[in-house]
């Protein structure tokens, strides 16, 4: 995707949308109580994706599959019940995902 120009005059790049039949999801973590909710508007927190194009994990690999999927509590209408965990941050704001 080209970034429009007046894009490239920002301190963060937007993210873009999600694929078809993706979902988007910015979570922030409480550590203290060990739990994830949506980020406010603003706030940093790390990206999700949930949906379709989500895998069942990393083949092979076990301890990655643990610690990069989720079961998916925020979509009970999910079609895989799955997260993945990116590992990038974001914010969502008024212009989208950064």
């Not at 925020?74 to 989208?96: A, C, E, Q, V």
């Amino acid at each position: 995707m080209i970034k429009p120009p007046q894009d490239t005059v920002r301190a963060r790049l937007p993210v873009g949308r999600p694929i078809g039949n993706a979902k988007l999801y910015c979570l922030a973590h409480d550590a203290e109580e060990d739990t994830w909710s949506a980020a406010g508007p603003g706030q940093v927190g790390e990206l999700f994706v949930g949906g379709v194009p989500v895998g069942l994990g990393y083949l092979g690999d076990r301890d990655a599959t643990l610690t990069a999927f989720f079961r998916d509590a925020f979509d009970p209408d999910s079609p895989t019940g799955r997260l993945y965990r990116t590992g990038d941050l974001g914010r969502i704001d008024g212009d989208g995902v950064h």
